[in-house]
């Protein structure tokens, strides 16, 4: 079983997003950012959901089961219903990266229990915004 958690940061709505990602599986913890450029807020999760399931496919293409948590009730409504209004592109490349994986369980949670990738997507964007090369 695999945790993803993940988050975006964005400052002002488009503007500057970072991207983060916190990922628990065999009992390790890997953090994952990433500056993606200017988005709107909404984007921002999708594309940190995005980044998350890639790291997840590159590092652990044989996982059963993953439990993908966000903060996001948009994110976690379109995931869970296969729809979104006005962000269908984003889902939809989200979905396909989904479906790589056998079990997928979204759960939408409070800020307050995402602090890690919360944390990692506020370092990115600070590093972006300071030209700053960020890291995985």
């Known amino acids: ?3 993803l958690y993940t988050d ?3 400052k002002g709505n488009p503007g ?3 991207l983060g990602a916190l990922i628990l599986a065999d009992q ?3 953090q994952v950012k990433k500056f993606a450029g200017r988005y ?3 984007q921002g999760e999708f594309l940190a959901a995005q980044f998350g399931f890639q790291t997840l496919i590159e590092r652990y293409s044989d996982a059963d089961v993953v439990f993908f948590l966000t903060d996001s009730r948009l994110l976690a409504d379109a995931v869970g219903k296969n729809y979104s209004k006005h962000y269908q592109n ?3 490349t989200l979905l396909a990266l989904i ?3 056998p079990t997928v369980i979204t759960q939408w949670v409070p800020e307050k229990a995402n602090h890690g990738a919360h944390h990692l997507a506020n370092q990115a964007l600070q590093q972006g ?3 700053e090369k960020t890291h995985q």
């Open 16 to 18: 500057p997003t970072g």
């Open 8 to 10: 975006a940061a964005t």
């Open 90 to 92: 984003e889902l939809a």
């Open 28 to 30: 390790q913890q890997i």
């Open 1 to 3: 079983m695999i945790k």
């Open 129 to 131: 915004l300071s030209g």
């Open 40 to 42: 709107s807020n909404h």
């Open 99 to 101: 479906n790589q994986f």
